[in-house]
């Protein structure tokens, strides 16, 4: 009998652990567990398929097609429209498959800083605590001499590398532009304390098989394939809700994933509800957008959210689905002067074969562009004292308030890749280049709420974008400073002709000039109309970084907290919850470390709790 399956006829009714989630955080714990005491028989139940060899999955260049329609590896969250998005209606998309978002996201390798992780204000969470676990997940490829070796780790199961291929031209011409700017060139922008630097930037890719390194291949299958684990995976089942007894968690009640299966009259018993308990723990990991709405099906939440969505309540904790984060996000594209050979674009237009790519990468002398995703670039990023001074009131007073005496604390990330993100069938076969931002610490919150009982209810969900607005200025500074790097670069084929994607300037205001090639030390001006032309298009094109988190926050009950240190819902015994929705605050970066930073800080808790000797 296989032990990953999605049929759960195959799996027993009652287990030691049930994960209800096979995310990053849910794979990276489960695994954990089961390779410590084989002896534990541990359930994971997953919404998506198996993830097991999928190619679009496996090979870091195709990870664009995971966010195409009908996609079957993501699952798409639409938000409520937002008139600080001109009237849209955002679309964030999640991990819909085994590793959750790990198996679709950028790869970006992005650690949060020391002090975000002090910010969460919790005992045992703090940026030197979580060191050694960030050290104990990874190998790290990496021989600049300028690198300390103390911050990394080098026996890990997940592999850090610049993957198989990198643009270097087109690296040192962003570098040696954006060093112009202010930015300093550095060894390691992930070390947890630089916050103003800019590095060729590396990814969770190994770099021996071209593979990408999600937390389902790299810790959950080798178990799953061995003969000594009491480890099981049902996939294609969401988790309707925790059952409670008597103020514990005593189990699941899971049903067929409709998206997935095709039911038919033989299978139709199978898409009754299935109850399997769990002897000690229930661990939700099914993400900031599942997480907080399978609790409140279990009755766990807001009294008013839970009667209006007819759910009885178990037990009131009123932050369930509160404190909705993300990262946001915009592009700027531009026509550069790379070669065919330095560009992902071939990828994207048809000229580069995946199958071709994939065949050639073990043969000697390949050129591994499958195992590259041109997210070459990125900065972590603090505003220069003339930005700052050019900014508005509102946004130097926050600034000074949260920023300025803590330098460890940038603004921005900022990225740049030999590559146009956006759809090529309208654009001419060529050569492009994208420069994109995302805040470190927005202010905008949002939430989302179940709005019935049932697990394919429609959920109510505000994203929160640029609901406040110091995140739009903070974003219209980003344009700036990206523009001044653009503008500096030898591949930039220079001009206002050459913008592909970018805010649309009066004709004649100081903000249409694009004076190509530039001195050193000029910065461009803008005027008043310039400024809210950038607006307008960040409000028209912002979107979600994938970085959804904090809606089971690990707080206080009494100041709107879900969890607690040791990860226990609040009121509720045998109940933990694992994943992104427990950040009380955001971190500078992509988030998927962060994901599997909880998923093995919950193993430890968990390994304690359970009395596993040499975790």
Known sequence: MSNISNNSAQ????????????????????GRLAAADPSLSILVIEAGINNKDVPNVVHPAMYLSHLVPGSKTATFHKAKKSEKLNNREAIVPIGGCLGGSGSINFMMYTRGQGIDYDDWNTEGWTGKDLLPLFRKMET??????????????YEGPFHVSHGGYRSDAFQEDCIRA???????????????TEANGIQRWLKWINPATGRRQDAAHAILHPILESNRTGLQVLTEHKVVKVVISNGRATGVECVPNILTQ??????QALANPKVIKARKYVVVSAGALSSPCILERSGIGSKSVLNKARVPVVSEVPGVGANYMDHNLYFMAYNS???????????????RSFDD??????????SKHIAWTAMDIAAKVRPTEGEIASAPDSFQKLWKRDYESRPERPLMVAVLGPTHLGDHSVIPVSQYMTAAIFLSYPYGRGY?????????DENDFDCGILSDDWDLDALVIGYKRQREIVRRMKSFVGGAESVVLGPKFREGSKGSKWDYPTANGAVTQYDPEDDEAIKTFIRDTVATTWHSCGTCAMKP???GGVVDGRLNVHGVEGLKVADLSIMPSNISGNTYATALLVGEKAAVILAEELGIQDF
Not at 17 to 27: E, L, R, T, W
Not at 337 to 351: A, I, M, Q, V
């Open 140 to 153: 790290y490829h990496n021989d600049d001499p300028g690198v300390d070796k103390s911050f990394h780790g």
């Open 178 to 192: 954006a060093t112009e700017t202010g930015l300093k060139d550095v060894p390691d922008a992930n070390n947890l």
């Open 262 to 267: 095709t039911l038919t009259p033989a299978t």
């Open 448 to 456: 989302i709420h179940i709005t019935g009982p049932d697990v394919n």
């Open 557 to 559: 009950l009494k100041d």
């Open 11 to 30: 799996f027993p009714d009652e287990v030691d652990i049930i994960v209800a989630g096979g995310g990053s955080a849910g794979c990276t714990l489960a």
């Open 357 to 366: 790519e994939i065949a050639a990468f073990s043969k000697p002398g390949s």
């Open 337 to 351: 002067n790379l070669t065919e050979e330095e560009s992902f674009d071939p990828f994207l237009d048809g000229r």
